[in-house]
């Protein structure tokens, strides 16, 4: 069934994404912007003060809600730890809130809202699927009061499916990009130890999960969205290499990447061996469950 959805983030990384598979679904997507909006297909809000006419939500079939500021696009410092929460947290509420106040008839029948498997922590080597609680250290913060956030509508009625999202790949974003050029230039290598777990998903299945639990009445709360066989980073580095042709044979120090990343080193050390239970309880058809096959398509595609 086509669908009106409301997007909030449509022109981020995965946003962008998104709203263009949805399209060529045959949903029609409105935009949530901060700015005016220029073209019909837009709507102005202002989440950071709670704003957003109530009659834009009542025009949704479904809210999907991807806004929030990149957690590796800058150096972490205490302003930008404030923005990765506050940009993740209001625009949930605002939109949260808005379909909760909404007479029962015109509230939205679904809010996808992003979030992200920063929720577990650092697993180690444990196992953990969407039962486990929520671990330690800021990401994990962040999801907890983030998933939270999502309350006033899942209390009133609507199913609220929270996207626990691993690491899509994809070469134009997120974690590929940056590894690209110091690859192919030779100069790449394993992150600290590299024994690390990395909770990859290939873009495809990224988009197709959306697109399925959109359509999955019988799915609520946490489902994480991560590739059904995770590797450890040392592996990763490993299968890249080999597909670009290149050697990866210069470790990146633990030290070194505190000094240029800051706060955000600490994540990019933590090892969260995660697994698609729901997906795969509910019959998900992967793509790509392979890392091989994940990131040949993320490199080609």
Known sequence: MNMRILMAGASGFLGTRLADRFTADGHQVTRLVRRPARTPDERQWNPSAAQLDPAVVAEADAVVNLAGAGVGDKRWDDD????????RVDTTTTLAVAIAGLPAEDRPKVLLNSSAVGWYGNTGDRVVEEDAPAGEGFL???CRVWEAATRPAEDA???VVRLRTGLPLHRDGGLLKPQLLPFRLGIAGRLGSGRQWLPWISMVDWLDSAAFLLARENVAGPVNLVGPNPVTNAEFTKELARQLHRPA???IPALALKVVLGGFAHEALTSTRVLPGV???AGFPWRHPDLAGALHAALTE
Do not use: E, K, T
């Open 249 to 251: 044979i210069i470790p």
């Open 140 to 142: 994990a913060d962040v």
């Open 157 to 159: 009625g609507v199913r």
């Open 80 to 87: 930008y730890r404030r923005l990765i929460r506050s940009s």
């Open 279 to 281: 997906l795969n309880r």
